[in-house]
């Protein structure tokens, strides 16, 4: 039996960039707007078409995003995305939230999409916005119209596609009634969910090709494509590929792992609406970016993204967290693909890659490489440098 798996894969990935909502949502300190503004510029000079941006829910519930009106505008106000203009992607719940949505599009900076988010089952939906599906749905349509009159568009996120924490699998026709009710009332962009890590790979391909066999034939008008996984048990990686096999092409990751559920407190101060948890929300979140990257990347589907770059940001942001996140790849690095001065020698003290306790350095056999003489003589150009510690190190 031969398993043409190169053949069920795509030649390339869109990339969506959860950090700055999703991602953020789950910190207990508060994360400054100025270093969401300048994680944004960054994930924008490496590449990302689509990113989210921030929540407009109330800030009682969402600490996170209390500055979130001062995000966008900045966002928008960045050189960078002046030029490039990626797609930013926000959230809301309400109708409140989606009329601050539409304040900032009336101010000249909106937002391109605001999505919502039902859930598939009725004991989730209570815990995440209070409401029923039925509940829900009445109110819907009054977003759609604010979104319509003020000209971004809507994204229907379906949380817990492929399972709930809070009652188990959910059968896919529930997602089918759903999505089928969204086209009727014209939203076209919609975004399966699993929410709380609850998927396997195996349901996680059947699903995505069960979405596809159903909704493939209107690939020109709707989006859903969408893999978005939650890394709780494992499996984040082997669902996120699972998913691709079975015809998604929109990646959703977040970078450090970050996100999941909102702080249970943030700055010491419970937080409002959090509830019990569903699990140690510190140690889990959405699938991670650098992983992610890294894996397709070593499989040969082409993301668009600077993957040494999110690396790099990958091991600033654990300094943003103050602590070491649960990331592969920026203590690893990438696979070496050809002999490296890093790792030939095998009894020379000063090629020891520099990390371990107390602090979880990295090393990045790639990059990890001796400075020449010529180069710190470029660096230190018109300083002067005593060269006599080390001499006889460069070369």
């Not at 789950?26 to 510029?41: G, S, V």
């Not at 103050?322 to 020698?345: A, C, D, H, M």
Request: hydrophobic share 35%; net charge negative.
């Amino acid at each position: 039996m031969t398993l043409d798996f190169k053949g069920a894969l795509p030649e390339k990935v869109t990339m969506l960039e959860l950090l700055l909502r999703d991602g953020l949502q789950h910190a207990p300190t508060a994360i400054p707007t100025e270093a969401k503004l300048w994680y944004a510029e960054h994930l924008v000079k490496a590449g990302y078409k689509i990113i989210e941006v921030t929540n407009f829910g109330h800030p009682r519930f969402l600490v996170q995003s209390r500055d979130a009106e001062e995000v966008l505008e900045k966002v928008h106000k960045l050189q960078i995305v002046q030029e490039k203009k990626p797609h930013l992607k926000c959230y809301a719940m309400t109708k409140r939230a989606f009329e601050r949505a539409a304040d900032m599009a009336q101010k000249g900076f909106p937002p391109n999409s605001v999505a919502f988010t039902i859930s598939t089952e009725d004991l989730h939906g209570r815990r995440n916005s209070g409401r029923t599906r039925k509940e829900y749905m009445k109110e819907i349509p009054e977003l759609v119209k604010i979104a319509q009159a003020n000209g971004f568009e809507i994204d229907m996120a379906i949380a817990c596609v492929y399972g709930s924490p809070c009652a188990g699998p959910v059968p896919i026709e529930n997602t089918f009634e759903l999505m089928d009710w969204g086209l009727d009332l014209g939203i076209r962009n919609f975004t399966p969910c699993d929410t709380t890590g609850e998927s396997n790979p195996r349901r996680s391909y059947e699903y995505m090709a069960a979405l596809v066999d159903r909704y493939g034939k209107y690939d020109n008008e709707i989006k859903f494509r969408v893999a978005h996984f939650h890394e709780c048990r494992g499996m984040s990686l082997t669902n996120t590929l699972a998913c691709i096999m079975g015809g998604a092409r929109v990646i959703e990751t977040s970078l450090g792992m970050g996100g999941g559920q909102p702080a249970f407190m943030v700055d010491g101060v419970p937080g409002k609406g959090s509830g019990p948890l569903y699990t140690n929300s510190w140690e889990v979140g959405n699938c991670s970016t650098e992983d992610c990257l890294v894996m397709l990347d070593e499989m040969g589907i082409d993301t668009g993204i600077d993957i040494d770059l999110i690396l790099s940001l990958g091991r600033v942001f654990e300094w943003t967290m103050g602590r070491s996140l649960p990331v592969w790849t920026t203590k690893s690095g990438r696979p070496i693909k050809y002999p490296v001065e890093w790792n030939i020698p095998t009894n020379d003290l000063s090629y020891v890659p520099p990390y371990g306790p107390p602090q979880i350095y990295w090393a990045d056999p790639s990059r990890y490489k001796p400075a020449s003489r010529e180069f710190i003589a470029k660096e230190f150009e018109g300083r002067e440098l005593r060269w006599d510690p080390f001499e006889d190190k460069v070369k």
